[in-house]
């Protein structure tokens, strides 16, 4: 032993022969990469690994990005869903967290934290997911970009791709159909990527103000349209949905949107357009958006970065197009100082969106626009057709006073109601203000007073700008007929001093006297 120990190396000449050997690689690897172009380097590699490295390794690995083709990987985002239900004794790390209104008697939720490894069992398989980040080289999109491992036996690699996969989609997509919370996201401009926020919105059919027969046309349009998917691939369409609301402010139209997410389960993806540098950023965004969504533009007549609302004045060159409806002519406008990435978004890049070409990339889609001013709209977003739906969010009547009162004070009748649907008829008045009003207290009474109170502060309001016009109006009418008078007046003298002078150059004309100078001649 003693003798085995002495014939050893020193630890200094093993350092040297380390850092030799590490520096003729380090050599050997920059002559690789100086003399070999990147192209060949890569097959090399490659060729390496299959038929060299791979001899010595039984596993094979997937790589599943979180961006696929312009858009989000439907793969990774499975994947983030699935495997936090397959976390058990095996795995080492797990990420925990609490939802706002999460019960503290029940366990945090699960899910898997970066540099984290989950191991499923499927058909006899063994399958070790990790989850990895790297920096994204793009210098656009500086963020982390997550990214699965999934490592298997190679011999497994065919049951994987046909078998593991499609589970792991579908088991996902079960999970998603019976979630219980929605999600609301929101653009993130700086890191060009949606962020996400639980969605709790109460609002409901059952406590939206509207005219009855409005609101069950809209609960059964959604519905046919959620269980049409095959009517939609038989006849050729995207099974896709866009609904326009329309009113002014405090009508509602952000509170339906919140009952249609709710009524139909969908997650809102709530893009200011005025944040969008351009329609290539558009696309993009718009495509990493899922299926099962809505996505929603608010006061799309007001988005200042786009050029939505109305598109964007023609070049000089572009007049002799045919310009009405037809959008893609619209489209033509040129900012030529600008580059095309700050340009904003252009209204032929959503309409592309809408029903162009990019509209097939996604299913099961509801597109929803609210705005106060339609009239303000471009005539190409208008169109009938354009958007499936228009919807007039009006101010409130007696069938939506009614819901209100119901929601709020809970009671169905009232001594008062008579007299506060009278008056709801006489002004106008927006759900939001009627909320307001019978929010003040919890006794209906007290409530109903002060709605009592505002709708005849109104009512007074409108009957005496309703006097004031009148009088105007009166006074207007007596200045014209007075000027009228005038006009008469002035006209008849007009007409008999010409018929004078007419008929004092005929008698000269005839150079005979006329009867008044005969008579006077007599006399004289
Ligand atoms: N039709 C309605 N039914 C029930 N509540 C309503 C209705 N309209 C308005 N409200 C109440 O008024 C508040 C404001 O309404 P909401 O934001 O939905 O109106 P909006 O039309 O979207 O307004 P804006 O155009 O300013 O965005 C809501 O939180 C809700 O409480």
Redesign the pocket.
């Given at each position: 032993m003693s003798s085995f120990l002495k014939n050893l190396p020193s630890t200094s000449s093993l350092v040297a022969a380390y850092a030799t050997i590490s520096t003729f690689l380090m050599l050997l690897k920059s002559m690789f990469d100086l003399m070999v172009p990147e192209k060949a380097r890569e097959s090399i590699i490659a060729i390496v690994q299959e038929h060299i490295i791979s001899r010595f390794f039984t596993s094979f690995t997937f790589v599943i990005e979180e961006e696929w083709e312009f858009g989000d990987n439907a793969l990774f985002r499975a994947a983030m869903v699935y495997l936090p239900t397959k976390i058990g004794p095996s795995t080492q790390t797990v990420l925990l967290g609490f939802k706002e209104k999460h019960k503290f008697e029940t366990p945090p939720e699960t899910g898997v934290p970066v540099w984290g490894h989950v191991v499923d069992e499927f058909e006899n398989m063994k399958l070790k997911w990790t989850l990895k980040s790297k920096k994204s080289k793009n210098m656009l999109y500086s963020r982390e970009r997550k990214f699965f491992h999934l490592t298997c036996n190679k011999n497994h690699r065919d049951k994987v791709m046909k078998n593991y996969f499609p589970h792991v989609a579908l088991t996902a997509r079960s999970i998603l159909n019976n979630r219980k919370g929605l999600r609301i996201y929101t653009y993130d401009q700086s890191h060009c990527y949606w962020e996400s926020t639980a969605f709790k919105h109460p609002?409901t059919f059952a406590?939206?103000?509207?005219e009855p027969d409005l609101k069950k046309f809209i609960m059964e349009d959604l519905d046919m349209f959620v269980n049409r998917k095959v009517f939609f691939e038989r006849v050729g369409r995207t099974w896709k949905r866009g609904y326009l609301?329309y009113?002014?402010?405090?009508?509602?139209?952000?509170?339906?949107?919140?009952a249609i997410a709710n009524h139909v389960r969908y997650n809102i993806y709530d893009l200011q357009l005025g944040t969008v540098k351009s329609d290539f950023d558009l696309r993009r965004l718009l495509t990493s958006t899922t299926n099962r969504s809505i996505l929603l533009i608010?006061?799309i007549d007001c988005s200042s970065n786009s050029n939505v609302a109305q598109e964007r004045p023609k070049d000089s060159d572009d007049d002799d197009d045919d310009d009405d409806d037809d959008d893609n002519a619209n489209a033509k406008v040129k900012k030529k100082s600008m580059p095309p990435s700050s340009q904003g978004v252009t209204l032929s890049g959503l309409l592309n969106f809408i029903d162009g070409l990019w509209s097939s990339c996604g299913e099961e889609r509801i597109i929803i626009f609210?705005t106060?001013f339609r009239e303000k709209l471009d005539p190409a977003l208008r169109r009938p057709g354009r958007m499936d739906v228009h919807i007039n969010?009006g101010y409130?009547t007696p069938a939506?006073f009614r819901?209100?009162v119901s929601?709020y004070l809970g009671i169905q009748e009232h001594d008062l109601f008579v007299r506060i649907e009278k008056l709801i008829q006489a002004v106008e008045i927006?759900?939001?203000?009627?909320?307001?009003q019978i929010m003040k207290s919890d006794q209906p009474e007290v409530a109903l007073e002060s709605l009592v109170e505002f709708l005849s502060a109104k009512k007074n309001e409108v009957d005496e700008a309703k006097t004031k016009k009148a009088e105007k109006d009166t006074k207007q009418e007596e200045k014209l007929s007075a000027k009228n008078g005038v006009d008469e007046a002035k006209t008849k003298k007009e007409e008999k001093d010409t018929k004078q002078e007419e008929k004092l150059s005929g008698d000269q004309d005839n150079g005979q006297p006329s009867e008044s100078e005969m008579r006077s001649i007599y006399l004289t």
């Amino acid at each position: 032993m003693s003798s085995f120990l002495k014939n050893l190396p020193s630890t200094s000449s093993l350092v040297a022969a380390y850092a030799t050997i590490s520096t003729f690689l380090m050599l050997l690897k920059s002559m690789f990469d100086l003399m070999v172009p990147e192209k060949a380097r890569e097959s090399i590699i490659a060729i390496v690994q299959e038929h060299i490295i791979s001899r010595f390794f039984t596993s094979f690995t997937f790589v599943i990005e979180e961006e696929w083709e312009f858009g989000d990987n439907a793969l990774f985002r499975a994947a983030m869903v699935y495997l936090p239900t397959k976390i058990g004794p095996s795995t080492q790390t797990v990420l925990l967290g609490f939802k706002e209104k999460h019960k503290f008697e029940t366990p945090p939720e699960t899910g898997v934290p970066v540099w984290g490894h989950v191991v499923d069992e499927f058909e006899n398989m063994k399958l070790k997911w990790t989850l990895k980040s790297k920096k994204s080289k793009n210098m656009l999109y500086s963020r982390e970009r997550k990214f699965f491992h999934l490592t298997c036996n190679k011999n497994h690699r065919d049951k994987v791709m046909k078998n593991y996969f499609p589970h792991v989609a579908l088991t996902a997509r079960s999970i998603l159909n019976n979630r219980k919370g929605l999600r609301i996201y929101t653009y993130d401009q700086s890191h060009c990527y949606w962020e996400s926020t639980a969605f709790k919105h109460p609002s409901t059919f059952a406590t939206l103000a509207m005219e009855p027969d409005l609101k069950k046309f809209i609960m059964e349009d959604l519905d046919m349209f959620v269980n049409r998917k095959v009517f939609f691939e038989r006849v050729g369409r995207t099974w896709k949905r866009g609904y326009l609301l329309y009113g002014p402010p405090g009508t509602g139209k952000s509170s339906l949107v919140a009952a249609i997410a709710n009524h139909v389960r969908y997650n809102i993806y709530d893009l200011q357009l005025g944040t969008v540098k351009s329609d290539f950023d558009l696309r993009r965004l718009l495509t990493s958006t899922t299926n099962r969504s809505i996505l929603l533009i608010e006061d799309i007549d007001c988005s200042s970065n786009s050029n939505v609302a109305q598109e964007r004045p023609k070049d000089s060159d572009d007049d002799d197009d045919d310009d009405d409806d037809d959008d893609n002519a619209n489209a033509k406008v040129k900012k030529k100082s600008m580059p095309p990435s700050s340009q904003g978004v252009t209204l032929s890049g959503l309409l592309n969106f809408i029903d162009g070409l990019w509209s097939s990339c996604g299913e099961e889609r509801i597109i929803i626009f609210t705005t106060n001013f339609r009239e303000k709209l471009d005539p190409a977003l208008r169109r009938p057709g354009r958007m499936d739906v228009h919807i007039n969010m009006g101010y409130c009547t007696p069938a939506g006073f009614r819901v209100l009162v119901s929601t709020y004070l809970g009671i169905q009748e009232h001594d008062l109601f008579v007299r506060i649907e009278k008056l709801i008829q006489a002004v106008e008045i927006t759900p939001a203000e009627v909320a307001q009003q019978i929010m003040k207290s919890d006794q209906p009474e007290v409530a109903l007073e002060s709605l009592v109170e505002f709708l005849s502060a109104k009512k007074n309001e409108v009957d005496e700008a309703k006097t004031k016009k009148a009088e105007k109006d009166t006074k207007q009418e007596e200045k014209l007929s007075a000027k009228n008078g005038v006009d008469e007046a002035k006209t008849k003298k007009e007409e008999k001093d010409t018929k004078q002078e007419e008929k004092l150059s005929g008698d000269q004309d005839n150079g005979q006297p006329s009867e008044s100078e005969m008579r006077s001649i007599y006399l004289t």
